[in-house]
Nanobody, 121 residues
Framework: QVQLVESGGGLVQPGGSLRLSCAAA?????????MGWYRQAPGKQRELVAT???????NYADSVKGRFTISRDNAKKTVYLQMNSLKPEDTAIYYC??????????????WGQGTQVTVSS
């Protein structure tokens, strides 16, 4: 019932920037708690990139701290990831993750479809 739609991925040169978006939608009333971004590079395990609580508290992986910024717009039910000073090591498929409670259901996590980010010279 809940769908997360991601956008903003693409191909950029090292040092470039991208802004990822992930919007949540449902046919019923729902409440959002935490939101976050994960990524998975070829041959690697999926790893946490950044998280943001319902009150705006953020947490970042050491590898992206100081370069990436996570934010959210509760009115638009959207989470963003501003990615600056991109490095080839940032190349991966990026997935958003949202904790949601739908009407008549319990809390659970939902995943976006993934968006490819490629950093190459």
């Amino acid at each position: 019932q809940v769908q997360l739609v991601e956008s903003g991925g693409g191909l950029v040169q090292p040092g470039g920037s991208l802004r990822l978006s992930c919007a949540a939608a449902s046919g019923s009333i729902f409440v959002i708690n935490g939101m976050g971004w994960y990524r998975q590079a070829p041959g690697k395990q999926r790893e946490l990139v950044a998280t943001i609580t319902s009150r705006g508290m953020t947490n970042y992986a050491d590898s992206v701290k100081g370069r990436f910024t996570i934010s959210r717009d509760n009115a638009k039910k959207t989470v963003y990831l501003q990615m600056n000073s991109l490095k080839p090591e940032d190349t991966a498929i990026y997935y958003c993750n949202v904790e949601i409670k739908r009407s008549g259901s319990s809390w659970r996590q939902y995943w976006g479809q993934g968006t490819q980010v490629t950093v190459s010279s």
